[in-house]
């Protein structure tokens, strides 16, 4: 069962929206001010909040700011204000939808349920690389050795992801070509491919001269090998 906290200070609201959450089968608890929210945020665990925007003590916005510091729960926030502006500003510190007031409950509860399964399908697939020491966090596009943060191209970046993403498998230059190519949408030669092999040992090799994790298998291409 999906539990979901509500933080909304409309009564009539929210009788319409707890009986169409728990009818949908959905777990729900109620805070009517930040105050409340802080409060419930800090004991229980949820997989949804929705959180109307204006409150008599602040707003859902800033509550939306002290979850994310700690929290990837996916969040939708209720407002009566559909200026761009602020659409733009709770999207881009991080809410995953925006609904405006009046809205049709079976509008909210569809994009509820869209919500919760998009987070499940993502959840289900790994947003993380690790290996030899090297670690790649895929939703930030970044990769880190030893705790080191790596200062790598787009390119760059990207063929470690393939190497990684096929560990112990011998990569023939030609399916490598095939799937790299630069921010410009242009084709990757053989000859570029080189460099930015050169480049890349570089940057993760501990002995670049003497490459221990990626490796060139003659006549076949290259390899990640998986040494620890």
């Known amino acids: 069962m999906n539990k979901i906290l509500l933080l909304e200070d409309d009564l009539s609201l929210i009788n319409g929206l707890s009986f169409a959450f728990k009818k949908q089968g959905f777990e729900l608890d109620i805070a009517r001010t930040m105050k409340e ?10 997989d949804l909040l929705v959180l109307d925007v204006s409150l008599p003590d602040g ?20 407002t009566a204000a559909d200026e761009e502006i602020n659409i733009i500003m709770g999207l881009d510190m991080g809410g995953d939808d925006y609904i405006t007031k ?8 569809s994009r509820v349920n869209a919500l919760l ?8 697939v790994s947003t993380e690389l690790t290996s030899n020491g090297i670690k790649v966090l895929l939703l930030q596009g970044q990769a880190y050795k030893n705790g080191e943060l790596l200062d790598l191209t787009a390119a760059e970046y990207k063929l470690l992801c393939l190497f990684m993403q096929n560990p112990n498998i011998v990569l023939s230059k030609e399916w490598i070509l095939e799937k790299l190519w630069d921010c410009e949408g242009n084709y990757i030669d053989n000859n570029t491919l ?8 570089i ?3 501990d002995n670049p001269s003497e490459p221990q994790m ?3 298998v003659r006549r076949m291409g290259y390899k990640w090998n998986v040494i620890s």
């Open 214 to 216: 990626i490796v060139t």
């Open 117 to 124: 399964r998009r987070t499940k399908d993502f959840n289900s």
């Open 102 to 109: 009046p809205f049709k409950l079976g509008v909210l509860i």
């Open 194 to 201: 080189t460099v930015y092999m050169r480049r890349l040992r």
């Open 37 to 46: 929210a802080d409060s419930i945020w800090a004991e229980e665990k949820y």
């Open 203 to 205: 940057k993760v090799e």
């Open 59 to 78: 707003s859902g916005f800033d509550f939306c700011k002290k979850v994310r510091q700690t929290s990837k729960v996916p969040i939708i926030f209720l």
